[in-house]
């Protein structure tokens, strides 16, 4: 019975909770409404009214802020992972915030974001199991150091790596190395 009503109230903070993947590759994007889904259901990396994007605990306090005005999270070709905002279609996307990671993954491997199930979000790359030797990370947030426990309510913003991008490529633009 218990185990019922902690799947229902999962469903319920995470209604994607079906569909939700825990990876976002190269060109794929994170737009509002979507998110992802650490595999342990504890942990979600999604756009959320009056805060922006985050990485959000099972009971909704704040693991890891990235930006509170992008509109789009996006795994770039180069490895970078970026928070973009736009004003309308035929605006250009501004970056608000950036990992900074672009050009560190070694070719011919491909990167992707990935959420844990310890609240870790990390970029990875390899394109194992054809090249195990092209598998490694070039970017954390870390472990959560006080994962949930209780619902304490508790909230942790921590400052993203780096400071505000400049110049960070078009998102449409072709990756910067051949694979």
């Given at each position: 019975m218990r185990l019922n009503i902690w799947i229902f109230s999962l469903i319920l903070l995470f209604p994607t909770l079906s569909s939700a993947k825990d990876k976002l590759y190269e060109g794929e994007y994170i737009y509002?409404?979507?998110?992802?889904?650490?595999?342990?259901?504890?942990?979600?990396?999604e756009w959320r009214p009056n805060i922006g994007y985050a990485v959000f605990r099972a009971d909704g306090s704040i693991r890891?802020?990235?930006?509170?005005?992008?509109?789009?999270?996006?795994?770039?070709?180069?490895?970078?992972?970026?928070?973009?905002?736009?004003?309308?279609?035929?605006?250009?996307?501004?970056?608000?915030?950036?990992?900074?990671?672009?050009?560190?993954?070694?070719?011919?491997?491909?990167?992707?974001?990935?959420?844990?199930?310890d609240g870790n979000?990390?970029?990875?790359?390899?394109?194992?199991?054809?090249?195990?030797?092209y598998i490694g990370r070039i970017w954390e947030i870390g472990k959560d150091s006080a994962p949930l426990t209780t619902t304490s309510g508790r909230q942790e913003y921590a400052t993203p790596p780096g400071p505000r991008p400049i110049n960070v490529p078009d998102p449409s633009m072709p990756a910067s190395y051949d694979y």
């Open positions: 509002q409404g979507q998110s992802l889904l650490s595999p342990n259901g504890q942990y979600v990396l890891y802020f990235i930006d509170q005005w992008g509109r789009v999270l996006a795994m770039q070709g180069d490895g970078n992972f970026v928070n973009y905002t736009y004003y309308d279609d035929n605006s250009p996307w501004e970056a608000r915030w950036a990992s900074n990671t672009g050009g560190r993954c070694p070719c011919p491997s491909r990167s992707y974001l990935r959420i844990w199930d979000l990390t970029i990875e790359y390899g394109q194992f199991p054809q090249s195990p030797e």
